[in-house]
């Protein structure tokens, strides 16, 4: 099953994501963990995502469906993957569906989470991600460890406000099209309130999923 979660940043894409991941035995692909591991390990793609990450601007679609293109032919997505914020554009709906029909599959699920501003901003300005795995936490510093790999918690650059007010207005902007793009293109988008404790917000998920 391919299944691609929409929504804002700090709507908790990633949170739920892990939780999916292990609960229906599919792989999570954040391009955005993608990405920073490309810039950690300092490929071009990494170095051609950097300036746009740190503004908190999209990068191009021309990078965003290369990686998609890898990752959903590679043998890792062969019964399928959450895409954790990796649908972005209209042309990167539009470029996801070309590729997964040569391929001979299709979007199974969108998912749309749904979080206010406030709530968006209060989750950024105190969300610490594992460097090393990107695991995202709440309420826990910057050097504390990471429970699942052992890595440091640091805190992104792009959490800063004023990046995270750019992304929200990007959102607005660049992403919000593609739930109607969606609508348009008969695939129903499943809205789900992601404004309540991260288990109530992975039960109302698996419901949605009809699990
Ligand atoms: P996204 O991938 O959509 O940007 P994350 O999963 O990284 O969102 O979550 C953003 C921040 O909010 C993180 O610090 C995360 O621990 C926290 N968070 C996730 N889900 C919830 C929730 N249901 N309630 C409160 N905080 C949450
Ligand atoms: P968040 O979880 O807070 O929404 P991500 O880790 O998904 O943030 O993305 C971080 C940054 O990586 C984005 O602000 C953007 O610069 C880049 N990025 C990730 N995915 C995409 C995408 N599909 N299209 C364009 N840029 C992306």
Do not use: H
């Not at 599919?26 to 503004?55: F, Q, S």
């Amino acid at each position: 099953m391919i299944i691609v979660l929409l929504g804002p940043p700090g709507a908790g894409k990633g949170t739920q994501a892990d939780l999916l991941s292990a609960k229906l035995g599919i792989p999570k692909i954040a391009t955005g963990d993608v990405l920073r591991a490309a810039l950690r390990d300092g490929t071009k793609r990494g170095l051609e995502a950097k300036a746009y990450m740190d503004r908190g601007d999209l990068v191009p679609d021309s990078v965003i469906l290369g990686i998609l293109q890898d990752v959903m032919t590679s043998p890792a997505a062969k019964e399928g993957a959450i895409l954790d914020g990796a649908v972005r554009t209209v042309p990167q709906a539009e470029g996801l569906g070309k590729m997964l029909k040569e391929i001979g599959k299709k979007v199974d699920r969108v998912l749309l989470f749904d979080v206010d501003d406030e709530e968006l901003v209060k989750r950024l300005s105190t969300r610490t991600v594992c460097e090393g795995c990107q695991t995202p936490y709440m309420g826990r510093d910057p050097g504390a460890k990471c429970e699942k790999c052992g890595g440091k918690l640091v805190r992104r650059k792009d959490d800063e406000p004023e990046a995270v007010r750019n992304r929200l207005e990007v959102y607005r902007r660049q992403t919000a099209p593609v739930i109607d793009w969606y609508d348009d293109n008969k695939m129903k988008v499943l809205k789900i309130d992601a404004d309540a404790p991260v288990d109530a917000v992975t039960k109302r998920t698996l419901k949605a999923l009809g699990k």
